[in-house]
């Protein structure tokens, strides 16, 4: 079960996607964990909600936990036989604890899920790109023994492993959320290109980035600077940009781009509206945002844009530069590379 959020738990659910292919048992479509403001809980939203399950198929089996949960669980994981997974003992005692705190209670109780027991997976670990590794577990934990494996955490490193950017290409937005995508982008960003930009810059991030002096591999930032910061240092101004500093890189890439007429902004904090807005005066630019805060939909208009711009370090940029990836659509990251 994914902990954090969208950005976070997109990067593990590639991971588990890889795994449940590794050692070859179909992966459970686990719901998204959102936390809404003002709320002590955080909310379970199905996996479909935003994304089709059929594309996911052409690479491996999965269910939806809701199907899994209604179809197939009576049967084949009945009560007495839940026990949930985790590297070693958690909290109290000597057990998972796999519903202790938020998400995690939340999360199992949304489909009534109690577990029995706990089961100990260490030293085995998840790196699905590891042949003997994937063969211990299908040695350890046999369908017939162990018909489900249900995990505390996702079997998944975060941030997705360099292996597993690939299967970006398997996740598709369901009609729902790419239909409003079309739709806002046809009637508001019609009759030219648009640039895309993601601007991560709320209070959580300021402080986030406090640490990039001593994490240079910092979230998202492999993205950027490589695994092992192969491709460079991590700087601040990757991770918080300078207004100016942005102003000047979106005027370079227009001067560089043809045909581009809007810069469609996602932010979680400050859009910045106003400095875009006298800056590019004279560039017959039009800025453009949605109404209402809407991450998802944020996500598919910036994989749809003709050029993106987004942030080294954030997770959230990083499902959108994949998707952009796999499309085989141009992106660039503020102040990166250096200059
Ligand atoms: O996606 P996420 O894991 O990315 O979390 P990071 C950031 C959340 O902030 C998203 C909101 O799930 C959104 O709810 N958000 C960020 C946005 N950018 C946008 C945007 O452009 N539009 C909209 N509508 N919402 C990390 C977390 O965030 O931040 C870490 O993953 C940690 O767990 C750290 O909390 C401080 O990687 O950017």
């Known amino acids: 079960m994914p902990k954090g959020r969208f950005g976070n738990q997109a990067d593990h659910f590639l991971g588990a ?10 992966l459970i479509l686990p719901p998204w964990v959102e936390y809404r403001f003002g709320e002590p809980k955080s909310t379970q939203v199905p996996f479909d909600t935003y994304f089709r399950v059929d594309t996911l198929k052409h690479y491996h089996r999965v269910i939806t936990m809701t199907s899994f949960m209604r179809d197939i669980a009576p049967t084949l994981w009945p009560e007495d036989k839940r026990i949930s997974f985790c590297y070693t003992k958690r909290g109290e ?20 899920i109690d577990f029995v027991e706990s089961e100990f997976y260490g030293p085995l670990n998840y790196d699905a790109h590891n042949v003997i590794m994937m063969e211990k577990w299908k040695q350890k934990y046999s369908p017939e023994d162990w018909p489900v494996l249900a995990f505390t955490g996702a079997p998944a490193s975060f941030p ?37 930009i993601h601007l991560r810059n709320g209070q959580d991030w300021v402080k986030a980035c406090r640490h ?34 942005i ?6 890439a227009l001067k560089k781009l ?68 796999v499309q085989g659509l141009p992106s660039e990251f503020w102040s990166f590379p250096h200059r």
């Open 258 to 325: 043809n045909d581009i007429k809007y810069i469609f902004i996602a932010s979680d904090s400050n859009y910045m509206m106003e400095e875009f807005n006298s800056a590019l005066d004279s560039f017959e630019i039009k800025t453009i945002k949605l109404q209402r805060s809407n991450p998802h939909l944020d996500l598919a208009i910036l994989g749809q844009a003709n050029y993106f711009i987004g942030n080294c370090v954030s997770s959230f940029t990083a499902f959108v530069k994949r998707d952009r990836d």
């Open 17 to 26: 996607l890889a795994f449940s292919k590794g050692i070859n048992r179909t």
């Open 212 to 245: 990039v002096k001593d994490s240079p591999t910092l979230f998202a930032a492999p993205q950027c600077v490589g695994y092992k910061n192969e491709r460079g240092p991590l700087t601040s101004s990757m991770c918080f940009p300078h207004k100016s500093d």
């Open 247 to 252: 102003i000047k890189q979106v005027k370079r």
């Open 93 to 112: 005692g000597i057990s998972c604890n796999a519903k202790s705190g938020n998400p995690f209670g939340p999360f199992w109780d949304t489909f009534n």
């Open 160 to 196: 997705v492993q360099k292996e597993n950017l690939i299967l970006q290409k398997y996740i598709a937005w369901n009609d729902d959320i790419l239909n409003k995508s079309k739709i806002f982008i046809k009637e508001n960003m019609n009759g030219g290109g648009f640039l895309g």
